[in-house]
């Protein structure tokens, strides 16, 4: 599972380069010297990984209340169908307004704006919390495995993955390496798309129970547990 993370997290940089390289290279340091350099990009990516962690969390401990239910194999497979359902509309043509997104987006402007004013580890660390709050849809598919999960631990560590497989192509970008944006955006039009469909089958296929090591294994709900025990 933490190698599918990683993964998808290498991948999605296809997609972060674009949404996030800006942002990455705008990204002040404390200094010209190497070492402050190296600190202010550990202080960003690693804050921002942070984050991610943070919200694997709060979506682990909610999959795990659906998993104490007894309601973790019907989360897997509403969630594979709506990331399909999704992707359906999108390929029929329809827009789908993310108004709340944007509102989002346009709240953490003013506080992105005045972090990068500063130029101290504390504000950068703060810059990258507010980075993996940032809309991503490579996020929400990560999130949604994440909440798939059952466990929260597991899905801190997913998401930690993730996080981690984001990074490489973004350190890259603060280094200036633009062409590579353009270069892969192409892809990442194309890796988008074909990610979350293959993620939404994997969640469905999960959800089945069909007792496929690493795929679809067998889950012992514990409310199931519970009831045995009585």
């Known amino acids: 599972m ?30 010209t010297k190497k070492s402050q350099i190296l600190a202010s990009r550990l202080a ?16 682990g401990l909610i999959g795990e209340a659906f998993k104490v239910a007894g309601w973790h194999q019907f989360l897997s497979i509403v969630l594979g169908l709506l990331i399909l359902l999704h992707l359906m509309v999108r390929w029929l ?24 004013l500063r130029r101290n580890l504390a504000s950068i660390a703060l810059l ?25 631990v597991q899905a801190m560590l997913f998401m930690l993955a993730f996080g981690f497989g984001t990074t490489p192509l ?16 192409f892809a990442a039009g194309l890796a988008l798309p074909v990610l979350s469909a293959l993620t939404g089958l994997l969640l469905i296929f999960r959800g089945l129970n069909a007792g496929l090591p690493w795929i679809s294994p067998e889950i012992f709900g514990w409310a199931g547990e519970a009831a045995m025990c009585r």
């Open 2 to 31: 933490w190698i599918l993370a990683f993964t998808m997290g290498i991948t999605s940089s296809l997609h972060c380069l674009g949404m996030c390289g800006p942002l990455a290279m705008a990204c002040p340091v404390t200094g």
């Open 44 to 59: 960003y990516h690693g804050s921002r990984i942070l984050m991610y962690s943070a919200i694997g969390s709060v979506l």
């Open 93 to 116: 043509g329809f827009e789908i307004q993310d108004a709340y997104i944007f509102r989002l987006f346009l709240r953490l402007k003013k506080p992105f704006n005045a972090l990068i």
């Open 128 to 152: 990258g919390l507010l980075n993996g709050l940032l809309p991503c849809a490579m996020v929400y598919l990560a999130g949604t495995i994440a909440l798939a999960n059952g466990h929260w």
């Open 170 to 185: 973004l350190l890259l970008a603060a280094e200036g390496f633009r062409w590579i944006k353009n270069k892969l955006n």
